[in-house]
């Protein structure tokens, strides 16, 4: 049984431009958050999605969007990147209300 | 604003030892408070958790102390092993009413080296 994986696992990018990073949740699983995190710090909540719709939100700028799909795989976009967006993007899938698990990242270089 | 307060930064402890880590909250609301467990490039993976109904949680060589009044919580792993050695995240969330599940709010986390 796959867990939550993650696409790409690393990404080079330039200032200015646009990314986006993909998820598939772990099979059995509706609900999807993302989180980033910088070197050496905790993650940090992004955005939540569940049937569709973002359902919370964290501290980020609109720059920060996503999207879920209707079997439950997520992707999350990023415009106009910044040099501080360089960090790991986590994604966590979850039964709604159940402990959250995440997959191993994709981490965003900007240079 | 830090809502989730974690220490130390860095522990080192021989093997055989109790690894201890603490972390103290400011939201009341949090209902729910996991610690996860990280090594290098690899995404976080849930330890044990507990909610505030309850006073100790053990799984285990894993004990969480939760200490309500004190607004404080921490992780005690028994009889460390150099395989324990890795980063470790307390968090916090707060039950959600709304469709979706809960929103974590991660400390900064605890770099254990467990030596032999």
């Known amino acids: 049984d796959a867990g939550v994986t993650q696409s790409p696992t690393h990404l080079i990018k330039t200032r200015g431009q646009q990314v986006t990073l993909r998820c598939s949740p772990k099979?059995?699983?509706?609900?999807v958050s993302w989180y980033q995190q910088a070197l050496g710090q905790g993650p940090q909540f992004i955005f939540q999605?569940?049937?569709?719709?973002?359902?919370q939100r964290g501290n980020f700028p609109d720059r920060f969007s996503g999207h879920q799909f209707p079997n439950y795989s997520s992707e999350l976009n990023v415009n106009a990147l910044l040099l501080g967006d360089s960090a790991l993007y986590l994604c966590?899938?979850?039964?709604?209300?159940?402990?959250?698990?995440f997959g191993d990242g994709t981490r965003l270089s900007i240079l | 604003q830090q809502q989730v307060k974690q220490s130390p930064q860095s522990l080192i402890v021989q093997k055989g030892g109790i690894s201890i880590i603490n972390c103290a909250y400011e939201n009341t609301a949090f209902d729910y408070f996991p610690w996860y467990q990280q090594f290098p490039g690899k995404g976080p993976a849930l330890l044990i958790a507990i909610r505030p109904d309850v006073s100790e949680k053990k799984e285990g060589r894993f004990t969480i102390s939760f200490n309500k009044s004190a607004k404080q919580f921490s992780l005690h792993i028994m009889d460390s092993q150099p395989g324990d050695s890795a980063t470790y995240f307390c968090a916090a969330s707060m039950s959600y009413s709304g469709a979706g599940s809960y929103q974590l709010t991660f400390g900064k986390g605890t770099k254990l080296s467990v030596i032999p």
């Open positions: 999605y569940y049937e569709e719709e973002e359902r």
């Open positions: 099979s059995g699983h509706d609900t």
């Open positions: 966590a899938s979850s039964l709604r209300f159940q402990p959250q698990h």
